[in-house]
């Protein structure tokens, strides 16, 4: 009977130690790392290491940028909470002050997407015309009947 509560006893304990094992290994990288939310473009896309480096360098190249329209952007939706808040408290609307809000908001806006759009074209024009095929399909983005990316 002790023998075999020992067998028993061993059996889970290589079963936990397979278990703890196998999902270390099969961990998702770390998605406060630019590795990590970067990955899922080397193994979707079948990316060499040279192709991740580079798209890699132009994503850091890229971040303090859209960091700065993010805040842009978190700034902007304060705004409007005040503007709403405004409205609904005091019943008053100051249209001259919400037409210059909406002016800055659209152009707000429209850097985010420029950025956007100049990071997805510089990414893709570091990959083969399949991988940039796929990534133009996952990212939803087309490029420019002119683009050299087209040619």
């Known amino acids: ?6 067998v028993l006893l061993l059996g889970v304990a290589v079963g936990v130690a397979a278990h703890v094992v196998y999902f270390r ?3 998702p990288a770390d998605p406060g790392t630019i ?3 970067l990955g899922w473009m080397r193994s979707e896309l079948g990316l060499s290491d040279a192709q991740f480096a580079r798209i890699r360098e132009l994503h850091e190249a890229s971040s ?3 960091r700065a329209l993010a805040a842009q952007v978190a700034q902007m939706q304060a705004e409007f909470a005040a503007f709403e808040d405004t409205r609904r408290t005091a019943d008053r609307v100051d249209f001259i002050e919400f037409a210059k809000f909406v002016e800055v908001r659209r152009n707000i806006n429209r ?3 420029d950025s956007t759009r100049r990071l ?3 990414a893709a024009s570091e990959m083969t015309p399949q991988q940039r095929e796929r990534y133009f399909g996952i990212v939803a983005v087309t490029a420019p009947q002119d683009s050299p990316l087209t040619n």
């Open 25 to 27: 290994l099969h961990q």
């Open 35 to 37: 590795d990590g939310q």
């Open 111 to 113: 850097a985010c997407l």
């Open 120 to 122: 997805v074209q510089a």
């Open 64 to 66: 303090p940028r859209l």
């Open 1 to 6: 009977m002790r023998r075999g509560g020992l």
